[in-house]
């Protein structure tokens, strides 16, 4: 079971390291990590004009001036586990990706060394440097088209080569704790949206019903994905992190898909846009549907999700409304 101290007793003063802490679902996790007292040391992919600036693509100004140390690392390079051992941290998030699944479908190779080869060097420096906890970032996507409910137990059935580099993560991590004994959890989100998500099917259809333009899906619609406001699965990571290391795997999702078609036209309506629902070809490795079924999340810490799909796309329309010519410019 998850500790039973208040999460803002739990994680104060806590030291954390968070890998990919600039990144959509990282830096949200962060902005709440600092947000309840815990000393976060921000991992992030090293950038020349980052590094000397410190100025970062989604981690806020003042979450990043309270941070207890930013740490601008290549994970996947030769220097990762001599730096990441090097840092004291009771709690470690591994975010850290190349997360964009088309790229994996033009450049295979490289998101496949990427995540596996980040992975590794996490999984290594936790290895040799003991924290309590480590928490690896596996993927809905590893589990593949499935009839029903996505339990823990399904077959791992990746269909793309970004489903394929997130397998082999989820599996190396269990292989870690089995062969060393290292303490972790292996968590599952399902498809993600909010503010300062700018890819994906939720923030490309916000961005086109803002401005009128016709939106224009990949296939025929029928695909379903359980889609989960970020403000929930930062809560799920937060309640996973309070357990102990035990090797488990954990999905985090609403229980409830959606068809993209549905989830098109609810923007278009939200939106009050003109803008038309096209189809297109459908994306080579298309997943069909995909449906978390979180009772173990829910039995184990009692976390549920607060949004409906109806209100994280409110929550996230006020976001794109401020940000959208700033993301995606109007071309002349």
Known sequence: MSSTEPPERYWADRPVLVTGADGFVG?????ALVGLGAQVTAVVRRVSGTQVTNRLRNLPAPAVAALHRLVHL???????VTVLSGLEAATWFHLAA?????????????????NLGSTLNVLEAARLSGPEHLLVTSSSEVYGT???????QHPLMPATPYAASKVACDRLAWSYHHTYGTPLT????????????????????????????????????AQTRDLTYVADTVEAFLALGRLPGTGEAYNIGTGVDHSVTETARLVVELTGSRSEVRYGPPRPGEVMKLQADPA?????????AKYDLAAGLAANLEWMRENVERVWPTRS
Do not use: M
């Open 98 to 114: 190349d997360a964009y699944v088309p790229a994996s479908l033009e450049q295979p190779a490289s998101v496949v060394q990427t």
């Open 296 to 304: 173990k999340l829910t039995r184990t810490t009692g976390w549920a």
């Open 27 to 31: 830096s949200h996790l962060t902005e």
């Open 74 to 80: 290549d994970l996947a390079g030769p220097s990762a």
């Open 186 to 221: 292996i968590v599952r989100p399902f498809n993600c949206y909010g503010p300062r998500h700018v890819y994906d099917a939720v923030p490309l259809f916000l961005a086109k019903a803002l401005r009128g333009e016709p939106i224009t899906i990949n296939g025929t619609g």
């Open 146 to 152: 499935q009839p029903d409910a996505i339990t823990e």
